[in-house]
Nanobody, 124 residues
Framework: QVQLVESGGGLVQAGGSLRLSCAASGRTFSIYTMGWFRQAPGKEREFVAAINWSGDTTYYADSAKGRFTIPRDHANNTVYLQMNSLKPEDTAVYYC?????????????????WGQGTQVTVSS
């Protein structure tokens, strides 16, 4: 069983940065690909970034490429989402989850055990 707690969200001006954290409990955390998704009001949950278990392969949505990175720290059972050059359209609740089902890395259906999310608001 994996339990996740996201933190690090907040209000930031356009062009600013935030680092989100996803702290996991459970011994098997390190074997999973971990993903970050986001959901804005009235919209479906969408893929942002993912990192494989070893940390040597990452995946990014086009909207995140060049601005976001997703490092993971096995020693602390934590995955981060470093977000730079933030835009108002990045405003959403951000969630992390392990990929424990079959399916595309980019699909929320391949992930479960979602955390409670952390709100990111970018003002213009």
């Amino acid at each position: 069983q994996v339990q996740l707690v996201e933190s690090g969200g907040g209000l930031v001006q356009a062009g600013g940065s935030l680092r989100l954290s996803c702290a996991a409990s459970g011994r098997t955390f390190s074997i999973y690909t971990m993903g970050w998704f986001r959901q804005a009001p009235g919209k479906e949950r969408e893929f942002v970034a993912a990192i494989n278990w070893s940390g040597d392969t990452t995946y990014y949505a086009d909207s995140a490429k060049g601005r976001f990175t997703i490092p993971r720290d096995h020693a602390n059972n934590t995955v981060y989402l470093q977000m730079n050059s933030l835009k108002p359209e990045d405003t959403a609740v951000y969630y992390c989850a392990p990929r424990r089902k079959s399916g595309s890395y980019y699909s929320p259906a391949a992930y479960d055990s979602w955390g409670q999310g952390t709100q990111v608001t970018v003002s213009s």
